[in-house]
């Protein structure tokens, strides 16, 4: 990455507390920031597609399906 620029990160986890631990640790981080989060597989596939972020956090376990299909999908 260029001096300057985030690393865009978006989370697709189906537990809140985790979630919220995570954005947290994103945060601090100078170099990344949380563009969205999510916790089922439907909105993390459509989601995917409009922000296309750099990083993908998965969980393999989302509503609605799992990790693995979400993967299948983009």
């Given amino acids: 990455m260029n001096q300057?620029?985030?690393?865009?990160?978006?989370?697709?986890?189906?537990?809140?507390?985790?979630?919220?631990?995570?954005?947290s640790i994103i945060h601090d981080l100078d170099e990344t920031k949380t563009i969205g989060y999510v916790s089922c597989a439907p909105d993390a596939v459509g989601l995917i597609s409009v922000i296309v972020p750099d990083l993908l956090i998965l969980e393999v376990q989302?509503?609605?399906s799992s990790g693995f299909e979400v993967l299948k999908h983009i």
Avoid: D, Q
């Avoid at 300057?4 to 631990?21: P, Q």
């Fill in 4 to 23: 300057g620029t985030r690393m865009n990160v978006l989370l697709a986890i189906n537990s809140v507390a985790i979630m919220h631990r995570l954005i």
């Fill in 62 to 64: 989302l509503r609605g």
